[in-house]
C-alpha cells in the first residue's frame, strides 16, 4: 500500500496479510532451510502464495473482477523492422 500513498493515490480498502506471509512463507522458507531443501526464491513463492492467490481472491471476494478481458480487440502483428543504412 505504501506505493499508492507514495504516488497520492486513493486507498479504498487495507488488508493486512502479515499472518499469512508469515505462515506461508517464512515459516515454509525456514523449515526448507534447516531440512536443507531446495525451495524456490522467498520472492517467487510469495507471488505464487499471496500475491497472485491469496490477494486475487480477496480482490474478488470484494467484488473486483481481476479476471483478464475475454476478448482480444485484435490479433497481434510482429513485423520485422526496415533494414536502416
Known amino acids: 500500500?505504501?506505493?499508492g500513498?507514495?504516488?497520492d493515490l486513493?486507498?479504498?480498502t487495507t488488508v493486512d496479510f502479515t499472518e499469512t506471509f508469515k505462515?506461508?512463507?517464512?515459516i515454509i522458507s525456514s523449515e526448507d532451510?534447516?531440512?536443507e531443501q531446495h525451495s524456490p526464491?522467498?520472492?517467487v513463492r510469495c507471488?505464487?502464495?499471496i500475491k497472485w492467490g491469496e490477494m486475487l481472491r480477496?480482490?474478488?471476494?470484494?467484488g473486483n473482477d481481476m479476471s483478464p478481458p475475454k476478448t482480444m480487440p485484435a490479433p497481434w502483428l510482429m513485423n520485422r523492422a526496415a533494414d536502416v543504412g
Open 41 to 43: 526464491i522467498r520472492n
Open 10 to 12: 486513493e486507498c479504498h
Open 47 to 49: 507471488n505464487r502464495k
Open 58 to 62: 480477496e480482490a474478488n471476494s470484494l
Open 23 to 26: 505462515e506461508k512463507i517464512i
Open 33 to 35: 532451510y534447516l531440512t
Open 5 to 7: 500513498l507514495r504516488q
Open 1 to 3: 500500500m505504501r506505493a
